[in-house]
């Protein structure tokens, strides 16, 4: 099957990225993917400038949230304040980070900054500690894995989450050494229950200060004779992340786990063997192997475009970089990446998320599928997430107005005289569903109060005839190439006028199966 240059230009704009930008539509016909590419490298080898948005307070206690309870200097009040902060902080971090994807043209950075937020998964109420370990993946995210795999593996958070603050000599906790081996390097079924053992000894020492600096206690190191991966010596933590880095296997697991995330979840065991080879021959540049990713012919076969489920941070920055807009009330994006699956610095284990079709269930999908809809409507909505204490940060049992504010919502969003337009026709009923406006939220219901800025889109389809128009919309937005049909769209959309149109038919089709696909 050929695809358009157009299609091929948006397939690698929601791989290396998010997905086109309002403002890119009308280059995507005639550039190359080749120009494309030098401009998304160019943009991300740019300095990176930290995300820091912890409250200079909070700071000045240098503590982390889980000793809180251990310090006899505060009063029952400060601690809970402190807590909250940080709370309050890692919200605003998620948006941060949020935001940075939707704008920045650095979008490839930003994109693999996600994939390594997913595969060094650390689930960490301190504030500081996160944002550290989000500093380390994103300064990190297109150089070198053992540099970035070493600065990670240093980080108060990961060292927190996995308890090497509590592994000591004669004492060792074997769950750093196990989760960077299983996850993070070789992956499971390439090491010994005794290398594990061996390598937690090695990792003994390795801690952190409360303020977040990575402190080697050599009080506590077991300085003994340690055999990992049939190499002995008197081994450190190090020497042990070099021994991993020196295994072949650790370069095809990651090149295997990036190929599910870049280009198909399912895999090419031939041509990841190839990358992976040059991946390791090349002391793990990950820019070469994106580079072998990007450049293959193959990256735009048939089988690779529009093959993949996006993720809920996809579909949620993608939605907002094809339609620019502002949200009045931010936090609701939080709420949303709880329905759909995958909260920002929570993910639901060490494993991080599994991705691929876990993305999607009976209850996930029909809000995926609504979620256009009430962005262009400012509709409501009455989902309420799964039970996760860990993401309720300690405030499940709590009455639901008070717990809806620990996760970042408010129980009633709006009084519908403050919200703003949706769009034209806005009574007008498409698929089943109404453009409402908003009339005020009934009570645990929420609200998006979204105003998106349509003129940058609508350029796209200066000079398009009102024929064309279904068939240029549905390109534009869709990744796959069999569309709606234009007597479809024309069934649910605005016809009086070609702006109504145009508008309607985005909004029909990012409501559809379809639009979950990149």
């Keep these: 099957m050929e695809f358009t240059n157009q299609l091929k230009n948006q397939h690698l704009l929601w791989r290396a990225g998010f997905g086109p930008m309002a403002e890119d539509l009308t280059a995507l016909t005639a550039s190359s993917q080749k120009s494309f590419t030098n401009a998304l490298w160019k943009a991300s080898a740019r300095s990176v400038e930290p995300i820091m948005v912890a409250d200079n307070v909070l700071k000045g206690l240098a503590m982390g949230v889980g000793e809180i309870t251990q310090r006899k200097d505060l009063s029952p009040e400060e601690k809970r304040r402190i807590r909250q902060q940080s709370q309050q902080d890692l919200k605003s971090l998620n948006l941060a980070w949020l935001g940075e994807m939707v704008n920045t043209d650095a979008q490839l950075r930003e994109k693999m900054a996600l994939f390594w937020h997913g595969h060094f998964a650390s689930r960490n109420l301190n504030i500081y500690y996160q944002q550290l370990l989000l500093d380390t993946i994103r300064q990190g995210a297109l150089g070198n894995f053992g540099d970035l795999l070493r600065g990670v593996s240093k980080s108060a958070a990961m060292i927190n989450f996995l308890n090497n603050n509590q592994n000591r000599k004669d004492h060792p906790n074997e769950n750093f050494a196990r989760e960077v081996m299983e996850l993070f390097t070789i992956g499971r079924g390439n090491y010994t229950e005794h290398d594990v053992k061996e390598s937690a000894r090695a990792f003994t020492g390795w801690g952190a200060t409360l303020s977040g600096e990575f402190q080697f206690r050599k009080g506590q190191h077991d300085d ?39 280009v198909n979840d399912e895999v090419d065991e031939a041509r990841v063997e190839w990358l992976a080879g040059r991946f390791y021959q090349s002391n793990y540049d990950i820019k070469g192997l994106l580079l072998d990713i990007f450049d293959g012919g193959w990256f735009y076969d048939s089988r690779n475009i529009g093959s993949r489920i996006k993720s809920p941070v996809d579909l949620l920055v ?41 993305w999607i269930d009976s209850s996930s999908l029909m809000f995926r599928l609504r979620l256009p809809e009430l962005i262009y409507a400012s509709g409501e909505f009455q989902q309420q997430p799964k039970d996760d204490d860990d993401q309720m940060m300690g405030m499940k049992d709590r009455p639901m107005g008070e717990a809806q504010n620990a996760a970042g919502v408010s129980g009633n969003t709006s009084s519908g005289d403050d919200q703003p337009e949706g769009g034209d026709r806005s009574s007008r009923r498409f698929g089943g569903g109404k453009f409402g406006k908003g009339r005020g939220a009934e009570a645990g219901a929420q609200m998006i109060r979204a ?68």
């Design 224 to 262: 003994g004779q340690k055999t990992v991966l049939g190499k002995t010596g008197n081994l450190d933590g190090d020497a042990v992340l070099d021994i991993l880095l020196e295994q072949r296997q650790t370069a095809l697991f990651i090149t295997r786990k990036l190929w599910r995330y870049l």
């Design 451 to 518: 105003e998106i800025d349509w003129a940058p889109y609508l350029k796209r389809f200066d000079g398009v005839s009102r024929e064309q128009l279904p068939a240029a919309v549905g390109a534009t937005v869709l990744q796959t190439a069999s569309g709606i049909g234009a007597d479809m769209l024309k069934k649910y959309t605005d016809n009086d006028s070609r702006e109504g149109f145009i508008k309607t038919a985005t909004i029909r089709l990012m409501s559809t199966p379809e639009y979950q696909l990149c």
């Design 318 to 358: 993608g939605i907002r970089r094809l339609l620019p807009m502002k949200i009045a009330n931010e936090q609701v994006q939080l709420l949303i990446q709880r329905l759909l699956g995958q909260l920002l610095f929570y993910p639901p284990n060490v494993a991080g998320w599994p991705g691929g079709a876990s």
